[in-house]
């Protein structure tokens, strides 16, 4: 039996499909470039960052964190060659919350099994974190491109500024 979830994915994919024209794009993204960005429902880096469909890969996870990111970033150099990285990061944040040992706490309780060493890769401090993930990127010798910038995105205020 379908959720309500999955009813309103079919009828909002239906309508969405109706109207589509775009199946003609091109698999690699026009402009050459990916974003890494955090899974948080309150950013839609398709409108906060003017990327339209075909443009660039965009990237999610929690925290927006390079080293989760990395696969589909080898990917995406590599195989289908984007070469700019935008790393963006924000306010609010929910890894800025928490210790791994907190997250391993309520993992525990809820049921959850996992490895005893799982890093969640929290971090205590914002401009820190992104400064960390875009020098470890640029170190990793495995990148193609090395022009990559690092964002904080205000969720307050919908503006994003550069970390340098």
Not at 55 to 65: L, V
Not at 110 to 124: M, R
Not at 133 to 146: C, M
Request: contains cysteine.
């Amino acid at each position: 039996m379908a959720t309500q979830i999955q009813k309103d994915l079919v009828k909002s994919n239906e309508q969405y499909a109706s109207n589509f024209t775009e199946g003609h794009l091109a698999l690699p993204p026009a402009k050459k470039y990916l974003v890494v960005t955090c899974m948080d429902a309150r950013i839609d880096p398709k409108s906060a960052f003017g990327i339209s469909l075909g443009d660039a890969h965009i990237i999610r996870n929690a925290g927006g964190n390079a080293t989760d990111a990395l696969r589909s970033i080898l990917i995406s150099q590599h195989l289908l060659g984007t070469r700019e990285i935008v790393l963006v990061k924000h306010t609010g944040c929910g890894m800025l919350t928490f210790t791994n040992e907190a997250a391993h706490e309520v993992v525990g309780k809820q049921g959850g099994k996992i490895e005893k060493d799982l890093d969640f890769q929290p971090f205590p401090e914002l401009e820190e974190a992104v400064r960390g993930d875009v020098a470890w990127l640029k170190g990793n010798e495995g990148l193609i491109g090395r022009e990559i910038s690092g964002w904080v995105y205000e969720v307050e205020t919908g503006k994003v500024r550069q970390v340098v």
